[in-house]
C-alpha cells in the first residue's frame, strides 16, 4: 500500500496573499507543516503542491520536493486531483498548508486502516472546539456528524442551535484528509452544488453528491492560520514551545 502526503499551497490567498511564505519563529510558515509530515513514517512521500514558482524556490532552498500545478484550480481538492494524475498512490494524505500546530502523532490517525484503496473513500480529522469564540468564527468551520462519525453537515456558523439541550460538545474541521483516488477523481468530475456555493466549503463536493465523508476525532491544538492575527497568536505558541523544549521536530 503506497501513502504519500501532500500539501496544497497557493500564493494568491483572498485573506492572506503569500501566508505559505509567512514567518514563524524564522522558518516559512511550508517548513512547519511539512517537518510534521516528514515524521509521519507510513507516508512514502512528502511533496508541497503549488502553482508560484515563490513557493517553489522557498522550498527548494530547503529540501522539500515539490509538484508544480496549474494555477486555474478553484479549490485545494482540484490541486490534488491533479497531484494524483502524476503520483500514484492508493491514499492522499492532505495536510492544508496553513496548519503550523498540526503535529505528526495526529495525522498518523487519517492513515487508513483495512480500507479498499480502490473504493471511494474520504475521511477527515476534527477536534473538539474549546474556544468559544471560534463557534461564531466564519473561517472555523463546525462538523456535525451521525452517530457512526459520517458527517451531516459543516457550516461556518455555529451548529447545532442549542435548543434543545446546552450539553453538547461542538466538533471543528481539522485541515487534515485522506483520500483514494477514485475520491480525488469523482470530485474533480463532480458538479459544484448550492450547499458548496454558499457555505465555500469544497467537502460539500462529496456530501451533495451522495458519498459519505467520515470524520475521525484527534486531541490537537490547531489554530489554521487565515489572517495576519493568527499568524501573531501561533508565532507565540510556536516561541513558547521551542524555549520550553516542547517541540518535538526530530
Not at 86 to 114: C, H, M, Q, S, T
Not at 192 to 221: H, M, T, Y
Request: contains cysteine.
Amino acid at each position: 500500500m503506497k501513502i504519500i502526503g501532500v500539501i496544497p499551497a497557493r500564493y494568491h490567498s483572498s485573506r492572506f496573499p503569500g501566508k505559505p511564505l509567512a514567518d514563524i519563529c524564522g522558518k516559512p510558515m511550508i517548513w512547519w507543516v511539512h517537518k510534521q509530515l516528514k515524521m509521519v513514517a507510513e507516508l512514502d512521500g512528502v511533496y508541497v503542491a503549488t502553482d508560484d514558482p515563490r513557493i517553489q524556490n522557498v522550498c527548494n532552498e530547503y529540501g522539500m520536493k515539490t509538484i508544480m500545478t496549474s494555477p486555474g484550480h478553484k479549490t485545494h481538492l482540484d490541486r490534488l486531483f491533479e497531484v494524483s494524475t502524476e503520483v500514484n498512490a492508493d491514499f492522499y494524505i492532505n495536510v492544508n498548508g496553513d496548519e503550523p500546530l498540526i503535529e505528526a502523532a495526529e495525522i498518523r490517525k487519517i492513515i487508513p486502516k483495512a480500507i479498499d484503496p480502490n473504493s471511494l473513500f474520504v475521511a477527515n480529522l476534527m477536534t473538539e472546539l474549546k474556544n468559544p469564540l471560534e463557534a461564531v468564527d466564519f473561517s472555523k468551520i463546525k462538523i456535525a456528524t451521525d452517530i457512526n462519525g459520517y458527517g451531516l453537515y459543516m457550516a461556518r456558523s455555529p451548529i447545532p442551535y442549542p435548543k434543545g439541550t446546552y450539553n453538547f460538545v461542538y466538533k471543528k474541521f481539522v485541515g487534515v484528509q485522506c483520500f483514494t483516488k477514485s475520491a480525488l477523481e469523482f470530485c474533480y468530475k463532480a458538479k459544484r452544488g448550492p450547499l458548496e456555493s454558499a457555505e465555500d466549503i469544497d467537502e460539500f463536493r462529496f456530501l451533495e453528491n451522495g458519498q459519505k465523508i467520515k470524520f475521525i476525532e484527534a486531541e490537537v491544538q490547531t489554530l489554521s492560520v487565515d489572517t495576519p492575527k493568527d499568524l501573531e497568536a501561533v508565532n507565540l505558541i510556536l516561541n513558547n514551545q521551542l524555549e520550553q523544549g516542547e517541540y518535538i521536530y526530530e
